[in-house]
């Protein structure tokens, strides 16, 4: 356990911080706007300073926290609040605020601009004691909601910019094993409706449990690595994909092999290409035998035996709601750090991390284990 350093900041972030253009960040302000990160040095005492500035003055009101979204190509960014659609374009300037869902049992799962006019909603809809799905599309200039005839599943990641092509998923029915809907993955086309299946998605078929692709779920393309929050089919833990080109060979890495003994990890943020993870390291006990825990940091490289580093883990005993609005964002002089609001109670404060202090523990952990290797474990 260690005591990495942070850069304490006056309590400013609400919500998550989403990667924007030309190197910024986009979260929500404190006043329900939509907003950009901008750092700056104090003349004085060239303490770093944290500035949120609004892109927008909009919605102007309490959001679900957790639904924040920003697609830069695009130019979208959206959240949600009491079922509206709130969304901003900031190339066209238009505002959304409308109740999107085609009945009030269903609820939206994904979107995805389609266009800089069109958006595409993607539904869980309760009959009885099913679920089925929808998508529709909105013409943000004729304000129609219009149904997709043919397709009835989740469009969960574009894979380029106002494309066609998705990472998509479906339910089957319920398993009888552990009574939860099977899920199937694939590549899709929206256009022609064509399903592809590779190594990658099969495993993903054997792997993921029923979850919030949108939230439970993280994937970098580029990094070739998924990381998954919740526990899968094979392994009792959060777990790491990694594949090859084509999407051949992939992996299952379980991460619980890195926790100390009789705790467990659960996966709070993952940076956006896949290699940093922030998590809790659970089961500690506090002097009157509440649940506590510790947080840590993780690296995924294919440089570390096992796909991940040494879990660094902060002395510091907390509990979950301690830790909100956690991002991994790229700072202008730190590089690679983690931003979050941590509120204990006493003390409100903005943290900033620096992924490199981060790095810095990892080798001296890995130092001393080679040390110890040498010497004989003496």
Known sequence: MTDIPYISFSPCIFEKCLPWRDGEYLTIDGWGNFAKLEWSKDKKTKEDKLNVVPLVKFPSQRVSLGYFRAQPDTGWIWTESNMKFLGYNADTKMLCDFIPVPSFSSWIEVVNPLSKYELLFSYKIEKLVEKCISNYTYNIKTKQLKKDENSE??????????????????????????????????????????????????????????????????????????????????????????????????????????????KTLEIEAVSPDCKWIFTYICYYKGFYNESLCKVGFIKISNEYPGIASPLVILDEYVQKTYFNACSFIEHPEYGTCFICSYDNGNKKETRLYKMSDVQAEIDRILLEKAKSALSGGK
């Open 153 to 262: 599943i989740i469009l969960w990641r574009q894979l380029e910019s106002y494309g066609k092509n998705f990472l998509a998923y479906e339910y089957f029915d319920y398993s009888k094993k552990n009574d939860e809907y099977i899920y199937r993955y694939f590549f899709y086309n929206f256009e022609t409706k064509e399903k592809k299946e590779n190594e990658l998605t099969k495993l993903m078929d054997k792997t993921l449990y029923e979850v919030d692709a949108n939230i439970d779920i993280f994937i970098s393309i580029s990094s070739r690595i998924l990381v998954s929050k919740r526990y899968s089919l094979l392994e009792d833990c959060p777990i790491v994909i990694t594949w090859k080109d084509n999407y051949e060979d992939p992996k299952v890495f379980p991460m619980n092999v890195l926790a100390p003994k009789d």
